[in-house]
């Protein structure tokens, strides 16, 4: 469900700290937004360095967006926001400053995955079963 | 007005491919949410595969993130969500399992194009007419 | 605090002009939402020609999207998406109508940057100064 964009200039990050840092988001996000591992998306999106600008001048930061469904309990997206951030200096080494994670939301039912509309927040349970279901009946 | 951006790994649709999925989307939206065709665009995001992942794994998902004005009405906005999936699978024939469609939104006035501040849903109409006189104008 | 993101087909704009289409961004989002420069992250995506349609014809739009906080005054947000679409116009040579420029907001409390939640529109002195204690702090 989630999407997580991660936007910093070619050759900052290895490609083992990026498969760790997917790793991380998709562990936080799974445990505080109650959705499996398997519906967790991230992707690493590496202009050329001087395509990355902050302040006007050519820069080195690491930028997250995350995508969620609007309706989440205030307190566990300020958890995950805080995570998510605390996680990617822990990682990459880049520091706090220079790190800026923001959560953009939209209703879930603008949003389709496996063909079906998703869930709101809270509902997952029962529309994750209900796909277990499809999923055998096709087998 | 609207944008869609498309994300997913490099060397997973073919030229023609893309081609097709963007004519099939800008014919959805046009028709459902009534604007022309010249306003529509479409974007393909091409990462290298080792930069994309599902549940903390590389993978090979289709993310469709389209930006529309916010105020359509529900019924119209899930019609849009789910034949911009349908065609997404079976344009590109990625199973419905790996493509996730969601909508974003944010007020019509925090939009411009063409110079001139976005019309409000439903509004479209007189705001496509005075733009036609504008270009009459300066012809 | 807000990012621009601003895409547009590979070769299109000189580097030069992105230097100075960012700088002007920073300066005037800077100036019209009370943000110090160091705090404004401006980035250039620039897919392959054929990765880019309107029309669902290859186009070559530039399409500018920001991020800033939720809560600012109507007419601030107004100014702003404004003056970033006649900077874009007047910088890159790119007409009007193949320009479009969207604002997205989400809440202060969704997003972390140097490691803290960031201020309400309107609270930002408090937080700055707060921000340069703690730098005093560490050295």
Redesign the interface.
Known sequence: ?P?YTC?TPQSTLS?ET??EL??EI??VHSMINHV?????????????P???????K??R?L?I?G?VRTGHP?AQ??QL??EI??AA?RITGIP??M????????PA???????R?LPEPGEEEAWLAEQEGTESDES
């Open positions: 469900m999407v936007t490609v990026k498969a997917a790793a998709t562990r499996p591992g398997t519906y967790i998306n991230v992707v690493f999106h590496e202009p050329a001087e395509n990355v600008f902050t302040d006007g050519p820069a930061p930028l967006n995508w205030a997206s300020s926001v805080a951030a605390s200096t706090a400053r790190v800026l994670v923001v959560i953009q939301n939209s039912h603008l949003a389709i995955e496996g063909g509309v």
